[in-house]
């Protein structure tokens, strides 16, 4: 009972500096996985083109993957120095391969009849991915941002360590005061919370992007309809 | 309208699919291609809009060589039906009837009026406008393909087996829907099938591939009457050959081809031995070239033993004769009709080259209400 209330009182006495951490954090997030997306999906159209080049380049960013989180910042602070921008740039490394990958195969996975289909009515290249390629793949591309997006939610709580914030300082705070278990959870309840509403709502933007729609009809039967 | 010349497709790895094609289709035919599984029907049709690119030869289409126009261009112009059916998932029925319209940049406006339009040709109501394919049944949906084809007004359709994943009863709905559809709009159509009815039904023109060479292409009553060769009689089918006889065989091909005749200027006395001899009751007349004029028959000798001399006299003209390339369907229609025991069989120039008697009309009736029976039982 202690523990709830020292944690209600952390939250009452610091409702303004918990916030602004929690907002913080999410930013680094979300640029995080915004870059990696504007840069990842590109390349994820791009091998799945050209085939030869997919193993390359999804190898390379299973490696990027591999690297503990906190030996990726402290490599990146000795290039880039400290502050939120390293940070961010490590965020956008641990999101490639999650974008690229899904956006790979969303795009393999287009129905290979319905892409001949377009180039017979005279689609151009471009219009064939544009309205044929993308659309049909947009939930699995979707899918891939959503991962990224939880992982990059992780893994920003070490963002501290190189003085970028984010909630990961309310943790540190925690662990270095005596009795600080209540501060820790002060800063692992809000990390956790934004993890499962950020997959909650990319789940829901996800399945809302299915191309197989069934109109005025709830979630559950289109889920059906794409099973 | 449709010319192949010389074309051959070689693909990566050496494989001949299509070889020197030499084709040509006129404006409005129904083509069909067929030919068994692998035979290159499906490579040739592509050719036709650059799916494929020929190793070899050239294609036109109005005269114009189509590897001399920009493929997507050409595209926009030729419709396009596929087995799978094709339709995007994603877009309404509205959107995949129109979208080649679309791509040629039509207003919003017009192309919904067009996809209304196209939707009525298949007595379906506008509402499906709106609905997406997967609440379609998979007739409807190749329905919404055909017409996403037509949208354009395209002369020329390439049909890649568009019935082949349809239950038999609605493929011979469409068969039927689409048939009057193509008459009706005057268009050109190239339609790959392995389906010999569906050809049979379908088609103006047939043309049967195997192993990537052409081997017939014709009518299908030229098919049917006079199969290349053994692989395309096995194709069609002993079946289909037998009930189509009547339909497409010739009286020169069942006639006999040695009546008994006599000139008209013999004796009687001739005449007589002459029947005696080949036990028949009557003789056909004929001059010295080999005309037919009429007959003589054993009643009207009897009658006129005493008056005449000559065959000549007592010769009756009034002979119903057929044109040695008429159906054995219409002579026999003719021969029960006017209650005849035989029927002349004369060329262009009336000159006699055979007969054709009941018995042997009788033969055909057996050969296709019997013969199949009877090649089980002698097997
Ligand atoms: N892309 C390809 N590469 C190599 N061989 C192919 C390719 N497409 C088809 N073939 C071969 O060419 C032949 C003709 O194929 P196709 O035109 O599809 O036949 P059909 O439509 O009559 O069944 C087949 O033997 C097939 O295996
Ligand atoms: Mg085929």
Redesign the interface.
């Known amino acids: 009972m202690d523990l709830i209330s020292d944690l209600l009182t952390y939250f009452i006495n610091n409702g303004s500096y918990v916030w602004e951490q929690f907002f913080r954090h999410f930013l680094m997030s979300a640029y995080g996985v915004l870059f990696a997306a504007i840069v990842g999906i590109p390349v994820g159209i791009l091998i799945a083109r050209y085939a030869r080049l997919s193993s390359v380049v999804l190898s390379l960013a299973n490696v990027i993957q591999t690297i503990p989180a906190l030996a990726m910042l402290a490599v990146l602070m000795l290039v880039m120095g400290l502050g939120t921008n390293t940070v961010v740039f490590a965020l956008f490394l641990y999101s490639l391969l999650p974008i690229i990958k899904n956006t790979y195969t969303g795009i393999r996975n287009v129905d290979h009849t319905l892409i001949e289909s377009g180039k017979a009515m005279g689609m151009t290249k471009w219009q064939i991915l544009r309205m044929v390629e993308i659309p049909l793949s947009l939930s699995v591309i979707m899918a891939g941002l959503r991962t990224a997006l939880v992982i990059t939610i992780g893994i920003a709580t070490i963002g501290t360590f190189i003085g970028a914030g984010g909630l990961g300082d309310i943790i540190m705070r925690g662990t270095n005061a005596q009795d600080g278990t209540a501060i820790i959870l002060a800063g692992a309840i809000p990390t956790a919370l934004m993890a499962v509403i950020a997959d909650v709502i990319m789940g829901w933007l996800e399945r809302s992007l299915m191309p197989v729609k069934k109109k005025k009809q709830g979630r559950n039967t289109q889920e059906e309809a794409t099973a | 309208m449709l010319k192949f010349e010389h074309v051959s497709k070689k693909y990566k790895g050496g494989k001949i699919a299509v070889s020197n094609l030499n084709l040509e289709f006129k404006k409005g035919e129904f083509i069909v291609f067929i030919g068994p599984s692998g035979c290159g029907k499906t490579t040739t049709m592509k050719m036709i809009?650059r799916?494929i690119e020929p190793t070899e030869g050239k294609i036109f289409i109005n005269g114009e060589d189509i590897m001399e126009k920009d493929p997507?261009?050409?595209?926009?112009?030729?419709g396009?039906v596929?087995q799978?059916i094709?339709?995007?998932?994603?877009m309404t029925i509205q959107e995949n009837i129109s979208?080649?319209l679309k791509?040629l940049k039509w207003p919003e406006e017009k192309r919904k009026k067009r996809a209304e339009e196209l939707l009525s040709l298949v007595d379906m109501t506008p509402d499906y406008l709106?609905?997406?394919p997967?609440?379609l049944s998979g007739g409807q949906q190749q329905r919404i393909g055909v017409l996403?084809a037509l949208a354009a007004d395209q002369p020329l359709i390439?049909m890649d087996e568009p019935f082949g994943a349809l239950d038999p009863i609605t493929r011979d709905a469409l068969q039927d829907e689409f048939k009057n559809l193509q008459k009706k709009l005057d268009k050109t159509i190239v339609f790959v099938t392995h389906d010999m009815d569906e050809a049979l039904k379908l088609a103006d023109k047939i043309v049967i591939l195997r192993d990537g060479q052409l081997v017939q292409c014709g009518t299908p009553e030229e098919i049917l009457r006079e199969p290349a060769d053994e692989f395309v009689e096995e194709f069609i089918g002993k079946e289909r050959l037998v009930q189509a006889k009547p339909n497409i065989t010739t009286v020169e091909q069942i006639m006999n081809a040695h009546p008994v005749t006599i000139t008209s200027d013999e004796q009687l006395s001739n005449a007589i031995t002459v029947m005696k001899t080949n036990r028949v009751d009557s003789l056909l007349v004929i001059d010295k070239e080999g005309v037919l004029e009429g007959y003589i028959d054993v009643e009207a000798i009897d009658q006129n033993r005493k008056k005449a001399k000559s065959v000549a006299d007592i010769l009756n003209p009034d002979t119903f004769s057929v044109q040695k390339d008429a159906l054995v369907r219409d002579t026999i229609r003719q021969i029960l009709k006017k209650g005849l025991k035989y029927v002349p069989v004369v060329d262009e120039q009336k000159h006699l080259v055979g007969i054709v008697t009941r018995t042997s009309l009788v033969d055909i009736v057996y050969d296709s209400i019997w013969g199949d029976e009877e090649l089980e039982r002698a097997q």
């Open positions: 809009n799916l997507v261009k050409l595209r926009r112009e030729i396009y596929i799978q094709g339709l995007f998932p994603h979208l080649v791509l709106e609905r997406y997967h609440e996403r390439l």
